[in-house]
């Protein structure tokens, strides 16, 4: 007998996910809103999340052994093989609430101009206690695409948080790997040029943050890739030429001016890190272990700093270097 469709299919990917995958799979096979699909991309874990989840047997899941190819593709091959039009994110270290399918399907059913749905979410440390809330996030559409601009607060949908339509997805592309840690930011703007963008106020999500989710490389990562978005959707929005699938060319100069940027940020991190070391060492000149382990956990604080501060003129001047090259004169004002 042929399998009915499901009304949402679910994507989590997973790569070395334990020991917290167990009580993310938990609270998506728990939801109150049952007629959904799992499907989870194993990105060639080692760890024993592959054996755990082979164990399971809730004919919902839907379990892709692949090779380590990371998270984008992994993410861009879940789209594909999606049977439904609406696609839940989940990730592999965070908690769903019981309802928390089920609020976002009547929501995204009731508002079909409704493109991309987020929710508010709860923060929780690696042993599950409660942090408190994440930023407060806007609700309506204009508040979600205006904080897009903010250069503190530039994606305001947790990505695990949210239900977007499949198809909506697709015809925008998917998710593209020029932008590495920040790949959901560069969809969410992308959708919202074809549809609306809402975020319940509900916290239907519980965000898990812990030491093994922020790394010094994925920082640097995310700041690089924020760059590249602010430049080609700005392009976007001054010419109406998307520069990564268009010209390709000026695409590639782009990165390249944003790289030097980088490099120029790393250099005055470490020049101003220095400067800091000297001011915690003790009378015997060594560093104080306290505060210098208190720099060490925080070790993008200095280039965030550095970056914000310039934001603004450097995607500037990029953005008229590259829109001069298409052909339209700098911008006024």
């Not at 949402?8 to 995958?21: A, K, W």
């Not at 947790?158 to 969809?187: I, Q």
């Not at 550095?306 to 001047?317: H, N, Q």
């Not at 008229?320 to 339209?328: F, L, N």
Request: hydrophobic share 40%.
């Amino acid at each position: 007998m042929a399998m009915s469709t499901p009304k949402i299919s679910v994507l989590l990917p997973v790569y070395n996910g334990l020991p917290f995958l167990r009580e993310a799979v938990e609270s998506i096979l728990g939801q109150t809103f049952s007629d959904f699909e799992l499907l989870v991309i194993d990105d060639g874990s080692t760890d024993g999340s592959t054996a755990y989840l082979e164990a399971l047997a809730d004919p919902r899941l839907r379990l892709f052994r692949r090779a380590h190819t990371g998270l984008i593709p992994g993410l861009n091959f879940g789209l594909a093989e999606a049977r439904t039009d609406l696609i839940a994110r989940m990730d592999a270290d965070d908690v769903a609430r019981p309802e928390r399918l089920q609020r976002q399907w009547e929501y995204m059913n009731h508002h079909p101009e409704v493109v991309l749905l987020g929710t508010r979410v709860q923060v929780i440390d690696g042993i599950g206690r409660l942090l408190g809330p994440e930023a407060d996030l806007p609700i309506g559409h204009p508040d979600i695409v205006a904080r897009f601009t903010q250069p503190r607060k530039m994606n305001p949908l947790v990505h695990p948080s949210v239900m977007f339509r499949r198809e909506a997805a697709l015809r925008c592309g998917g998710y593209r790997d020029d932008f590495p840690v920040a790949e959901d930011s560069d969809l969410w703007r992308r959708m919202a040029r074809i549809g609306r963008l809402h975020i319940l106020a509900e916290p239907l999500l519980l965000l898990r943050k812990h030491g093994g989710n922020v790394t010094r490389t994925k920082a640097l990562q995310s700041l690089e890739s924020m760059l590249r978005i602010s430049v080609s959707h700005r392009i976007w929005d001054r010419t109406g030429v998307d520069i990564l699938t268009s010209r390709p060319e000026l695409w590639s100069a782009a990165k390249e001016r944003i790289a030097c940027l980088m490099a120029e940020l790393r250099l005055a991190e470490a020049l101003e890190g220095r400067r800091l070391l000297k001011g915690i060492r003790g009378a015997d000149g060594r560093a104080w272990p306290r505060t210098l382990g208190k720099l060490l956990r925080r070790p993008v604080l200095l280039t965030g700093l550095g970056l914000y501060r310039r934001r603004e003129t450097l995607v500037a001047k990029v953005t008229d270097e590259i829109a001069a090259r298409i052909g339209v004169p700098p911008a006024t004002g």
